[in-house]
């Protein structure tokens, strides 16, 4: 289907999570096409994004192919759903683009590609990074021979996986060992099929096992060898803690290419003719002239555009006018299928796994936890298990990180938009801990989506009779700027409204069911936890400063001061006090640590002890907002968000933990305990971690 100046391609999106929003962005920016339609099963998800882009609004795909709303379809659910999917569609007279990968084996996407080919509709994959300016130079560059014979080819991806370390532990990509292989291997083996055709896989190891939660694990690298006629490929996926490579280095007779396709810069090296020590300083300059090359491209490009073209936006823009343009080698079902063969033939050289002991019983539980699949939530769902209670655990999927504990915990998938749903999910349960967030990027937003939850759960604890509701707030609510300063919970918040929107939607909540509790009786009791590190968490945790990859950070401030560390098994061992303390209710807890660590002592401990050096420097926390509001002022006055958002100074200081806090209201009426012991506290918060392949 070719774009046309008159009568755009009408679009629809199947799926309106976080994938979708990078789709809806380039075909925005493509001409000739309009998003017309969003399909979801959550309705609110699908509403939030087609508000955005004028477009209608579906629950089901059914509806949208009746309606006639679009020409053409992105499917962008969980790849499970895609097969199907992508069938309904085709035969339902539309054109479909599936996000990789397109399906979970090569029959699947057979099945697709004969399905297009019968009802004469297009079937395009969505290998994005195949549409990126320098990858289209590079393959230009093995097409024209300028490289010379191509010997060797790498194709790294070497990219943190967030989900192995922090969850959701729910997500479909953690479900199997060969999901990874499915989610991410499409990115480098898309390039090695469209440089040098089919891949013929002679060999396939993996390694670096991170354990999930309930004993389960993952490996963490994949090292792929193969052959493409006469080139020799090497495939390479980590997902360790080390630094960002996704990159494809080609290696011929007269040149030698390095793409990095996260950064869209391609360098190349060449020999030269000059002798003795000039020929390497000659190859040094040349080298350096193509990376300052590349530098200053990128900043033209990202400051002529007010950083609205990244890398990764510029690919799916890229492959929006292959597939809307002239039709395009490198997004046909038969590139789709090749990928896809590759795929299956590694697969079948991996070993299967053992699969993990099944644990069967019926749950009764009493408790409910909102959100017990994150980070904190986890490890509180675990907590209380251990001490006797079957939990009910709300989530947005059926599936969670508790296989080994079933016989005691359920798992509830529930829209928090659905008041009814939420209260009729606590039938049977006395206590509700509420650790839902929202991340939101306008006030309007956070008082829908994070305010508007916290009241809708309050009220229907409130109809559902519940004898306790308590809800986590944070410690960066307050005022931390001076540091002199003591924070009790009978300190105030301040100027609330100067604050980041996060800390000022957790204010409004807090405020909001604090006045449910003292007009309409809600049993409530409120937690602020601190920095809180151990268990199953991430070591980079963005409360000691702005992380720039795994290895590297600028910290909130010097860094040299005391912070509110809290063990993460400490902070469960608060909450469930929380529920079992009659003198709990109306009240709020600081639940921070003792006075033991400084930033800079937290990343000392993790290169002694686990021998991981990060690059850590210090961040002048003036400088820091004055940057943030130039920031402010492009976005207001050049981009046109009026409901953009500048933090105050105060709140940028804030954000070092400069005051302390006074832990002694949960010690006396909680009879809490945090960790005292320094040494003990390093043990517990790092000496389990298994981040960096050990």
């Known amino acids: 289907m070719n774009v046309s100046a008159s009568i755009p391609i009408r679009i629809g999106l199947i ?4 994938i979708a929003s990078w789709h809806a962005d380039a075909l925005k920016a493509t001409p000739g096409v309009q998003i017309t339609a969003i399909c979801d099963r959550s309705r609110g998800a699908a509403e939030g994004l087609a508000a955005t882009h004028g477009a209608q609004v579906f629950t089901s795909v059914a509806e949208l192919i009746a309606a006639r709303a679009c020409d053409a379809v992105h499917i962008l659910t969980p790849p499970n759903l895609h097969h199907d999917l992508a069938v309904e569609c085709l035969e339902g007279g539309l054109d479909v683009l599936v996000e990789k990968p397109v399906a979970l084996s090569v029959a699947e996407t057979r099945s697709i590609a004969e399905t297009a080919a019968r ?25 024209d021979g300028a490289l010379g014979r191509i010997a060797e080819a790498r194709i790294n991806w070497c990219l943190p996986l967030a989900p192995l370390r922090s969850g959701p532990y729910g997500l ?64 390479a996926l980590s997902m360790v803690e080390t630094i960002d490579d996704r990159s494809v280095t080609l290696r011929g007779s007269s040149g030698m290419a390095r793409l990095d396709y996260a950064a869209d810069t391609l360098v190349t090296t060449r020999d030269n003719t000059a002798d003795l020590v000039v020929n390497p300083l000659l190859k040094q300059m040349g080298a350096a002239k193509e990376h300052l090359r590349e530098g200053l491209r990128n900043a033209a490009i990202q400051t002529g555009s007010l950083n609205r073209r990244s890398p990764y936006g510029q690919s799916f823009q890229g492959m929006n006018r292959a597939v809307y343009g002239s039709p395009d080698q490198r997004f046909s079902p038969e590139a789709a299928v090749t990928v896809m063969q590759a795929i299956d033939d590694t697969l079948s050289l991996i070993p299967a796994q053992p699969a993990p002991a099944i644990v069967t019983g019926t749950p009764r539980p009493g408790v409910m ?12 769902t675990r907590a209380l298990v251990a001490q006797g209670h079957d939990v009910r655990v709300l989530s947005r999927g059926a599936h969670g990180p508790f296989a080994d504990i079933a016989d005691h915990v359920e798992t509830c998938p529930v829209s928090l938009t659905d008041k009814p749903a939420i209260t009729a999910a606590m039938e049977g349960i006395h206590t509700v801990y509420n650790l839902a967030k929202s991340m939101d990027d306008t006030w309007e937003d956070a008082l829908k989506n994070d305010v508007g939850t916290a009241v809708r759960i309050g009220e229907a604890a409130l109809q559902a009779g519940v004898s306790r509701l308590i809800y986590t707030g944070t410690i960066a609510s307050y005022d931390m700027s001076d540091p002199d300063g003591m924070i009790t919970e009978a300190t105030g918040f301040g100027d609330i409204e100067a604050r980041n929107l996060y800390a000022r939607s957790k204010a409004e909540c807090e405020r909001r069911l604090m006045r449910m509790h003292r007009q309409d009786g809600l049993p409530l009791v409120i937690a602020r936890p601190g920095i809180v590190v151990g268990g199953d968490g991430p070591l980079q945790h963005w409360g000691i400063g702005r992380w720039h990859g795994a290895g590297a950070v600028k910290l909130w401030g010097n860094g040299r001061n005391i912070l509110p560390f809290v063990l993460a098994d400490d902070l469960s061992d608060g909450l469930i006090a929380m529920m079992e303390r009659d003198g709990a209710i109306g009240r709020s807890f600081n639940l921070t640590g003792e006075h033991l660590l400084t930033g800079r002592d937290y990343f000392d401990a993790i290169h002694d002890r686990l021998g991981a050096r990060m690059r850590v420097s210090s961040g002048n926390l003036t400088v820091m907002w004055m940057a943030d509001g130039v920031k402010y002022a492009l976005k207001r006055y050049a981009l046109g968000r009026r409901n953009a958002v500048r933090p105050s100074l105060a709140d940028w200081k804030s954000r070092a933990h400069l005051a302390r806090f006074d832990n002694s209201l949960p010690k006396r009426v909680l009879g809490w305990q945090p960790e005292a012991d320094r040494e003990a506290f390093l043990t517990r918060a790092l000496d389990a971690k298994a981040l960096f392949g050990v």
Do not use: C
């Open 15 to 18: 799926g309106a999570g976080y």
């Open 369 to 380: 936890v909102i959100g017990g699949t994150g980070y904190i939530g986890r490890n509180l």
């Open 172 to 235: 479909w990509l953690l479900r199997e060992p060969k999901n990874l292989l499915l989610e991410l291997g499409p990115h480098p083996f898309s390039l090695a099929v469209d440089l040098f055709g089919p891949l013929e896989i002679l060999a396939a190891v993996t390694g670096q096992p991170a354990t999930l939660p309930g004993g389960d694990t993952r490996d963490q690298s994949w090292r792929i060898l193969a052959r493409a006629g006469d080139v020799d490929v090497t495939l």
């Open 119 to 143: 009802t004469g509709k297009r079937f395009s994959p969505g290998h994005n990074f195949l549409g990126l300016p320098r990858y289209e130079k590079m393959k230009a560059m093995v097409t």
